[in-house]
């Protein structure tokens, strides 16, 4: 499908297809409104030739009350073509923004943009916005030159030759403001993605007094965008002002070619004034396209953002065969991770270990071993360049995302809480499923009470509903992981991953932690622990190094420690598995 002379992928096809009933409703609506556009021209026709000739006061009066019912009823077609075009955006948000929503949520497209919705409220705005309008009225422009040509070839001829001089406007305006158009709004967007992550990080730029260098930095980058906007603006001003000055001069041209058509009886007086309208009419709609062109591009421009990101990953999600609930034998399968941007850097390089339920791993390695990257892989939050991934034997591919995740607890190595309250926190915001609140508030207790954490959240101002701004702030940075913890063991997962659990926490938040896996382990859940610190090892069974993204040794704890211990090793390992417990 073509929009914009865009290729527009699925789901966003299907959506505009979804919505023809409300175009053919609103182009139904704009043939009547243009139609009764024409009662103004016939009014002064009628005004003209037959009442003032004939001082027909009755036939005035008769011809005042059809004119006002046709201009009420065209005012009434106008107000519904309106909120036609205001519900087909609304339809095309119940449509399009869920599955907007999760490829950003997913972010399986290289470069999908992070203001993706912001660029499909500017798309949506323009469908129902004055753009939409003109361009809705513009076919109807040749209805108003054929009827000027009735009235008189002359009259016609100056129509079409006013129309093709709008239209050169409009093409030069394009094609003068397109490039300045776009570059003005990608930098913008960046300017607003800066701000948003200088926002979200202020305690850390007040600390450091980085204050003052981003609030220039911004401040530029800003101006940058807006300088871009502005010349944009001042171009397609220029083009719209000229737009403005050339539909006058016709509208005033007309009159005069009328008046002296009129002086040589080739036609009647009424039609002075009807040709007059007749211009004005035929040649707003072009104005209108004009002065609404940067909308228009700005519409564009969005619209082929989110076509890219649709067509990124064409493959349209379909119900996938529920698979019964897993035990937690997790199997890696000669996993590649290639470094995004960087296909030939590897960050995991074949790697492959089987996890049984009721056992505990543990992952050590020095810094950029790869860790953090088998562990999102473990916890299916990403999915492997080759080789795979099976919980229970079913690849992680294969399962739906959102059923899979409720079997899997995860901890990433910040918190990563999101805006809302603890409760929705801990319990993965479930009453957001349609889950009961009596079930959640059930489970989200007994997660924190296994977490330890329970007592510290009731000593909270507001207990499990604090509210908790993004990324957990309102909490230290331990209290935000023991909450984080609390999320992962929500729902008693069959596969635990721990990623660096204690690197926040002091002794007694390590020992909730230690009791917690215990747990974990003796109901028969598989879990793993990337750790640096030692103290959380206590609990596992194996251990497993990582080096520059593959093994290096694998085996039960007390072996490979004592293999990382021998003198061949002892200045590589040591670093890692020692002095921090």
């Not at 999760?102 to 912001?118: I, W, Y």
């Not at 007592?455 to 909490?475: E, N, S, W």
């Not at 940075?477 to 729902?491: H, K, M, S, T």
Request: charged residues 20%.
């Amino acid at each position: 499908m073509k929009l914009l002379s865009i290729d527009v992928p699925e789901p966003l096809a299907g959506a505009f297809r979804a919505c023809r009933p409300h175009l053919a409703g609103i182009f139904v609506f704009s043939a009547l409104v243009n139609v009764l556009f024409l009662a103004p021209s016939i009014y002064m026709l009628q005004v003209y030739d037959r009442v003032v000739p004939t001082s027909g006061l009755m036939t005035l009066l008769y011809i005042t009350l059809v004119v006002a019912l046709a201009l009420i009823t065209l005012a009434l077609l106008d107000a519904v073509r309106t909120r036609l075009l205001v519900r087909m955006s609304l339809r095309l948000d119940r449509l399009i923004a869920g599955p907007l929503l999760e490829k950003l949520m997913a972010r399986t497209a290289p470069g999908a943009p992070v203001q993706g919705m912001r660029e499909f409220d500017v798309l949506r705005n323009a469908i129902s916005g004055p753009a939409a309008l003109g361009f809705l009225d513009a076919p109807w422009t040749p209805l108003y030159v054929l009827i000027a040509f009735m009235l008189h070839p002359a009259l016609g001829a100056l129509t079409v030759a006013g129309g093709v001089i709008l239209v050169a406007l409009a093409v030069f305006n394009e094609r003068s403001t397109k490039t300045r158009a776009q570059d003005a709004n990608k930098a913008i967007s960046a300017a607003y993605a800066a701000q948003e992550a200088a926002a979200m990080n202020s305690e850390v730029v007040r600390a450091m007094g980085m204050r003052g260098a981003l609030r220039e930095r911004q401040l530029s980058d800003r101006r940058t965008g807006l300088a871009l906007s502005a010349q944009a603006q001042f171009t397609g001003g220029q083009f719209a002002a000229a737009t403005k000055f050339m539909r006058l001069f016709l509208q005033s041209a007309a009159l005069g070619l009328g008046a002296w058509l009129a002086v040589e009886r080739q036609i009647s007086a009424g039609a002075i004034i009807a040709a007059s309208i007749l211009m004005s009419r035929a040649l707003q709609p072009v104005e209108q396209v004009v002065g609404s062109w940067n909308t228009v591009l700005q519409a564009r421009t969005a619209l082929r953002a989110l076509s890219e990101l649709f067509a990124a990953d064409p493959e349209p999600e379909t119900p996938r065969t529920q698979l019964p609930d897993p035990r937690g034998r997790l199997t890696v399968d000669k996993v590649v991770v290639r470094a995004p941007g960087a296909p030939d850097q590897m960050l995991l390089k074949g790697v492959g270990f089987i996890l049984e339920p009721g056992e505990v791993l543990g992952i050590v390695g020095p810094s950029g071993a790869g860790k953090t990257t088998l562990a999102r892989l473990a916890a299916g939050a990403s999915l492997p360049d080759m080789g795979v991934v099976r919980l229970d034997g079913a690849s992680m591919a294969d399962w739906d995302p959102d059923r899979l995740g409720r079997h899997i607890g995860y901890l990433p190595q910040d918190s990563a809480l999101i805006a809302g309250s603890i409760r929705d926190n801990i319990s993965r915001f479930a009453l957001w499923r349609g889950e009961a609140a009596e079930v959640v508030d059930a489970a989200t207790v007994a997660a924190a009470t296994t977490a330890g954490v329970h007592d510290m959240i009731l000593k909270l101002p507001k207990g499990y509903d604090t509210l908790l701004a993004h990324g957990g702030r309102g909490l230290s940075a331990g209290q935000a992981q023991r909450v984080a913890l609390a999320r992962a063991l929500y729902g008693d997962p069959a596969l635990l991953v721990l990623d660096e659990p204690n690197s926040a926490l002091d002794a007694d938040g390590e020992a909730a932690l230690g009791r917690a896996i215990l747990a974990a382990k003796a109901r028969g859940a598989a879990v793993i622990i990337v750790a640096h610190r030692t103290g959380v090892l206590q609990a596992v069974d194996r251990l497993l190094v990582l080096r520059d993204g593959a093994i290096e040794a694998v085996g039960p704890r007390a072996e490979v420690l004592a293999q990382m211990s021998k003198p061949r090793g002892r200045a590589a390992a040591a670093p890692e598995l020692k002095g921090q417990s």
